[in-house]
């Protein structure tokens, strides 16, 4: 190298502290947009509980509550019934969770606001709630998503394995009933079925994040559930016309989880009752016990709603 070369990398090499200095490293290196990734948590809470909170107001002058609570049935059995009815998928879902991240009691809360938050405001949204609150409640290796994301798949996959397994049952009753359901609607809705259940399992490595053991337990959770809630929910119907016999109450819960999950069936409100009328006959009764458990089940969904979400703003409020 000539004496000009060495010369002329002399400033270079001076100037090397400073350019790798670490101020310079800093102007440099851009900062994240959002450095801890949870600051939209600290806020989704609260717009839920508001979300809630409105969703109660413009509901609550729909239900007559004195004219409800007089028609109900006024025993200890069916108001425990119809609560553990009510609390059965926030309970499993802690169940759940407590086996994954071993939440506390308190995840209780969160999870009721999981399920109101899907059922009055928009399908799923509740799931992104109970995320935001498992980042920053529960302590764990990875992100909670994962989780959420497995538990949802696998609820809506053991939902349809349950329904076809019932379909198979009660299909000679649906089918001696002629229902207003053609042939076509029916083999597509049953074909709906059976491949959204057998894709999550046909690709559980690129779709899942939870190991097979603890998918296998959720999946095993959320089918004692579904079947669970549908015999708690024959129960109810039973204890509001107790003449007719449980086994037939039964029976009509598992043709309602039927009509419920088959996905391009219309008016499957409608076929429920005529298909309760048909089977169990005392048709005005009929129509009133499913109108009244509906209105019951709308009405503890604004009352726990409008205390979650009045909690939740408090709560909020002295936090800051």
Do not use: C
Request: proline fraction near 6%; charge should be positive; hydrophobic fraction near 55%.
């Amino acid at each position: 190298m000539s004496s000009t070369d060495i010369a002329s990398t002399r400033p270079i090499d001076a100037a090397l502290p400073l350019i790798d200095g670490p101020a310079m490293r800093e102007l440099l290196v851009p900062a994240p947009l959002v450095k801890s990734g949870r600051n939209w948590t600290a806020w989704f809470g609260p717009v839920i509980s508001l979300a809630l909170l409105a969703a109660v107001f413009v509901q609550l002058g729909s239900i007559d509550f004195p004219l409800l609570l007089g028609l109900v049935p006024r025993t200890l059995l069916f108001w425990g019934v119809f609560a553990l009815t009510y609390s059965l998928t926030p309970l499993f879902d802690w169940f759940i969770f407590n086996r994954l991240w071993s939440i506390p009691a308190g995840g209780l809360a969160a999870l009721f606001r999981k399920r109101l938050s899907n059922e009055l405001l928009l399908g799923y949204v509740g799931d992104v709630y109970f995320y935001t609150w498992a980042r920053r409640h529960v302590r764990m290796a990875g992100s909670p998503f994962g989780a959420v994301k497995d538990s949802a798949i696998l609820s809506g996959v053991m939902g349809n394995v349950v329904t076809l397994a019932m379909l198979a049952l009660t299909f000679p009753l649906l089918s001696s009933l002629r229902l207003a359901i053609d042939g076509r609607t029916l083999g597509i809705s049953l074909g709906i079925l059976v491949l959204t259940s057998l894709v999550p399992m046909l690709l559980g490595r690129r779709i899942f994040s939870l190991p097979a053991p603890k998918r296998r337990m959720v999946a095993a959770v959320h089918f004692t559930r579904i079947v669970a809630n549908l015999l708690l929910y024959a129960w109810l119907w039973h204890l509001m016309l107790p003449d007719v016999a449980l086994s037939w109450w039964v029976m009509l819960s598992t043709v309602r989880l039927v009509l419920s999950r088959l996905p391009l069936v219309p008016n499957k409100d409608v076929l429920f009752a005529g298909v309760a009328t048909f089977l169990v006959g005392r048709e005005g009764e009929i129509a009133e016990i499913l109108a009244l458990l509906a209105s019951l089940l709308l009405a503890t969904h604004l009352l726990v709603g409008l205390l979650l979400g009045g909690t939740g703003i408090i709560r909020r409020q002295m936090a800051l």
